[in-house]
């Protein structure tokens, strides 16, 4: 009786809610369409807009209502082949759409953005979870419409997409990454290989893949064992350990599975290091036929007094030029090439070397037009504070949570930056002593980010802050702080009189 009560109960419920008991479980609720009525009062801005959800075997493409014939679909189905792509291109033509909206799935949408721009109607890339807000909307049909509609009031925002001499270098810059990491499991599975046979040659040498490191790795490979002959092979100019250390290092005992181990993983090194080669030269061909930059227009801002010139190291110098992974080119001719399409030497800027200048023009372009000032330019890098306040009350001032290779680069290039005696190395120390390490390298990031900015947008030559005006800035801005601090506490702060 307990049970039927409950169940009639239940079936009660459910009948005043205007659903069935028994179907309750099965019925599937469609998520109802938003048409134009529901956005009303906004004005639409582009009358022939269309949206296209892009997926792996099907785009799904929403056309305007007022471009149909009467008894025509609002929204029209079409392959991933070839043919499939340019029959969308030419329906876009057919109902006269000017611009398009597509979200950024993945790599999918690549070849249909190539497609679309070179017929010339404007694309609009935009990133997905700014458009999946809307709950009930995660079918395809839904999807397209939904970009449509709000594409056709300008409430899309379009994701950076630089030109195509940028993206032919981007597609290079980031195989050459995808090298540098597979070589870099080559090289942790040589070490893997090492220390079960008790050869500790990491803790003895800085490198195993440098030249002290890799003529002992070949010889133990061609057949030699003893400590003494593989302790001659260590070179001169090795300081990481001493004769004695690097013998105890190297008396191990050898097994052959390791051994093939061993030897598999140095030729998958040393195939990597090859293709690397290769994409440099690739690399190099690419930049070779990009324009040259145009003269900027703009008035240059006062420049600050130059430092003093800083003494270069030869081995810092190559540390800092990316080591092992280091180009494979002629540093003075590829550093007026980037130079010529930079319009300015951005490698003479603290911290950057041709690698990361290389890698940071695939990422952002030259064009410094796309963002109106710098602090847009930091807000897209995702190196700005963020600000949420709710109630006049400040929640959060994280940082975004992006992810933008440019961003990293420069992260990257602040690690070197903190061992220089510059005003920016000054400044991340600062930072660090007080904030701590991550957010001083985000503090410091957003400030090499400026300075790029700024050499691109006006081209002219960098010039160091000078380390004295830089400090006397600082202790003024701790003065003010205190003083601040302390009238806010109800204090004040009197100057102490310089003694005569």
């Known amino acids: 009786m307990k049970t039927k009560s409950i169940r009639s109960k239940a079936a009660k419920s459910a009948q005043r809610k205007g659903q069935c008991h028994t179907h309750r ?17 906004l004005e639409q801005l582009n009358l022939h807009a269309a949206g296209i959800d892009v997926g792996s075997t099907e785009n799904y493409v929403g056309l305007p209502a007022h471009v149909l014939k009467p008894g025509e679909s609002a929204v029209r189905d079409f392959g ?19 611009t398009v909206a597509m979200e950024a799935t993945g790599i999918y949408w690549l070849a249909l953005y190539d497609k679309i721009e070179a017929a010339g109607i404007e694309v609009v890339l935009v990133e997905p979870r700014s458009v999946k807000q809307v709950p009930g909307r995660k079918s395809d049909v839904l999807d397209c419409q939904w970009l449509q509609q709000l594409h056709t009031y300008g409430l899309l925002r379009g994701s950076f997409r630089p030109d195509e001499p940028i993206r032919r270098l981007r597609a290079l810059t980031r195989q050459r990454l995808e090298l540098v990491q597979a070589g870099g499991a080559c090289q942790q599975h040589m070490q893997k290989a090492l220390v079960p046979m008790n050869l500790q040659l990491h803790l003895v040498v800085a490198d195993i893949i440098g030249e002290t490191g890799l003529r002992i790795i070949e010889a133990i490979l061609q057949g030699e064992r003893d400590p003494e002959v593989l302790v001659k092979l260590r070179d001169p100019a090795c ?18 599975e390791e051994l093939f181990v061993l030897g598999q993983s140095l030729e998958g090194w040393k195939f990597f290091q090859k293709q690397l080669a290769e994409c440099d030269e690739q690399i190099v061909r690419v930049i070779q036929v990009m324009p040259t930059a145009q003269p900027a227009q703009l008035p240059v801002p006062p420049k600050p ?21 280091a180009l494979h080119v002629d540093a003075a001719a590829f550093s007026q090439q980037l130079q010529r399409i930079c319009g300015v030497n951005l490698a003479g800027v603290c911290g950057l070397n041709l690698l990361s200048v290389v890698m940071l023009i695939a990422e952002i372009g030259v064009d410094m037009s796309r963002w109106p000032n710098a602090k847009a330019f930091c807000s897209w890098l995702g190196l700005c504070p963020g600000l ?30 903190g061992r220089t005696d510059t005003w920016l190395g000054r400044f991340y120390r600062r930072k660090k002593a007080h904030l701590g390490a991550p957010k001083a390298i985000t503090a410091t990031a957003r400030k090499l980010a400026c300075v790029v900015y700024h050499l691109l947008k006006y081209q002219e030559d960098y010039v160091p802050l000078d380390i004295t005006i830089y400090e006397l800035k600082a202790a003024d801005a701790r003065r003010r702080r205190l003083r601040r601090e302390a009238e806010e506490l109800g204090f004040e702060v009197v100057e102490k009189q310089k003694v005569a």
């Open 25 to 41: 479980k099965v019925k599937k609720v469609k998520a109802p369409r938003i048409d134009a009525a529901a956005l009303g009062g």
């Open 80 to 98: 991933v082949f070839n043919e499939d792509l340019d029959a969308t291109v030419q329906c876009l033509k057919d109902y006269g759409i000017t």
């Open 239 to 256: 300081r990481k350990s001493t004769v004695a250390e690097m013998k105890a290092a190297l008396s191990g005992h050898y097994r052959e």
């Open 305 to 325: 007094v130059p430092a003093a010139a800083e003494k270069k190291d030869p081995k810092k110098e190559k540390r800092i030029n990316g080591g092992n992974n």
């Open 388 to 417: 949420k306040i709710s109630g006049g009350k400040v929640l959060s001032r994280r940082t975004r949570k992006v992810v933008n290779r440019a961003s990293i680069i420069l992260r990257v290039a602040v690690l070197a930056i």
